[in-house]
């Protein structure tokens, strides 16, 4: 079974950087598309940024300009760099793999991880 595992999460102070790993048990290459999505007390899990197997990127209007989804493939990781952090950021940060098979659509989670920004 996938298993995906968030690291890198932390408290920052607004206008800091924090970069986030996802390491997954198997090849990303296998994964149709990976991404991270945050869910904050009291709102609904948003994407945040994605990454597809043809390289193509996606990103949240609130994030853009400030993280950058990228991946490495040889250490089946995915990465979020995050600059220009704001207290609006403040969430827990999940790592997202998609697998599109005849049978259906399947969605790996990580358990998150914690990223806080203060004022």
């Known amino acids: 079974q996938v298993q995906l595992v968030e690291s890198g999460g932390g408290l920052v102070q607004a206008g800091g950087s924090l970069r986030l790993s996802c390491a997954a048990s198997?090849?990303?290459?296998?994964?149709?598309?990976m991404g991270w999505y945050r869910q904050a007390p009291g709102k609904q899990r948003e994407l945040v940024a994605a990454?597809?197997?043809?390289?193509?990127?996606n990103y949240a209007d609130s994030v853009k300009g400030r993280f950058t989804i990228s991946r490495d493939n040889a250490k089946n990781t995915v990465y979020l760099q995050m600059n220009s952090l704001q207290p609006e950021d403040t969430a827990v940060y999940y790592c997202?793999?998609?697998?599109?098979?005849?049978?259906?659509?399947?969605?790996?989670w990580g358990r998150g991880t914690q990223v806080t920004v203060s004022s």
């Open positions: 198997t090849s990303i290459s296998s994964f149709n598309a």
């Open positions: 990454i597809s197997t043809d390289g193509s990127r």
């Open positions: 997202n793999a998609l697998i599109n098979t005849r049978l259906g659509r399947f969605d790996y």
